[in-house]
């Protein structure tokens, strides 16, 4: 996939704002993910789904880190993020 010099620029403008929330952010992802898509919680049966929970901020943050590396990369995004999924 091709972006343009404008798309490029506010995939980095977003990734910035982003950046220094990820666990946050993730969090709440997959709370939101999990409200509207009830039946995706038996993919995380061993996770502790409470709001705010340890393993709802790491496994989010981890998923916000890899889409963050990936947004660094944007001419090589497989790469990127093939490099998560060896590490994880």
């Known amino acids: ?12 403008s977003l ?3 982003v950046s220094g929330h990820t666990d946050e ?3 709440e992802a997959l709370e939101r993910l ?3 898509y009830p039946q ?6 061993h996770f502790d ?4 929970s340890k393993d709802l901020r790491g496994h989010g943050g981890k ?3 890899a889409i963050g590396n990936a947004a660094s990369h944007l001419d090589d995004i497989p790469h990127a993020l093939a490099a998560f999924l060896i590490t994880a």
């Not at 996939?1 to 980095?12: N, Y």
């Not at 995706?40 to 049966?45: A, G, M, P, R, V």
């Open 25 to 27: 952010i993730g969090a």
């Open 34 to 36: 999990f409200l509207s």
């Open 40 to 45: 995706t919680k038996t993919y995380f049966s």
């Open 49 to 52: 789904l409470s709001h705010g």
């Open 15 to 17: 990734r910035g704002k």
């Open 63 to 65: 998923v916000l880190k």
């Open 1 to 12: 996939m091709t972006f343009s010099s404008a798309e490029k620029a506010a995939i980095a």
